[in-house]
């Protein structure tokens, strides 16, 4: 017998929407790799889930490319994502590194590019989370997706904060980034210091956490 049709012969009726997993964006802009390392790290929590499917993008470099090469920027392989794309996830994760307590220009850009997203109110109900970095331990990764999420309110997008569901966020014995706005990395001043262990874990927790609400909401 068919395995599409019934016992009796009749087709059966298609898979409910239900079943369908949610799509995930991890959105992200990078100079050093800092911010890279936790987006991978994010993806790998939501793919080890099993019920979301994820796509990585990079936001637009906004810097010329001899203040790029000054700086030794990195370049990435992940895709630039066309703002008018988001609407096709159904929540999104974005990497968000601080600059003096807020976000990156690159991302303000980003957002700035929506506004035909937002006069449709293409994101409204959608869901989602933010991770950062910073190069001190007190420099602004709180204020930073606070800032953030103005988009976020102003698109009617649901926020979904870590809280302190992981018990990484209570451990005393190392200085880590990541709060329950979102995982985060200390980069130090030169930008030497790449993402600890328990950062890494804390970003692989955000991946499952998220992908976890967004599915329930989605079902």
Not at 49 to 58: H, L
Request: overall charge neutral; glycine content about 10%.
């Amino acid at each position: 017998m068919d395995s599409s049709q019934s016992r009796t012969g009749t087709p059966l009726p298609p898979p409910p929407a239900a079943c369908r997993k949610p799509l995930l964006f991890i959105v992200y802009y990078s100079v050093w790799g800092h911010i890279k390392v936790l987006a991978d790290a994010v993806k790998k929590g939501i793919e080890d889930s099993g019920v979301a499917n994820v796509e990585v993008y990079q936001v637009s470099e906004t810097l010329p490319q001899e203040t790029l090469d000054k700086m030794y920027a990195m370049k990435f392989d992940d895709p630039v994502l066309d703002p008018h794309d988001l609407a096709k996830a159904d929540g999104f994760i974005f990497g968000v590194p601080t600059r003096f307590g807020s976000p990156a220009t690159q991302i303000k850009t980003f957002w700035d590019a929506t506004g035909s997203l937002w006069q449709r109110g293409a994101l409204i109900g959608k869901h989602g989370a933010a991770f950062t970095s910073s190069s001190t331990q007190h420099g602004g990764q709180e204020t930073t997706i606070m800032t953030f999420l103005t988009h976020f309110v102003h698109h009617g997008v649901i926020y979904v904060p870590l809280g302190y569901s992981s018990k990484i966020l209570h451990d005393q014995t190392e200085v880590i980034g990541g709060s329950p706005w979102g995982a985060g990395t200390i980069t130090g001043n030169d930008g030497s210091k790449m993402p600890s262990q328990k950062e890494l874990e804390l970003a692989v927790h955000q991946g499952k956490f998220f992908a976890s609400v967004v599915a329930r909401a989605t079902r």
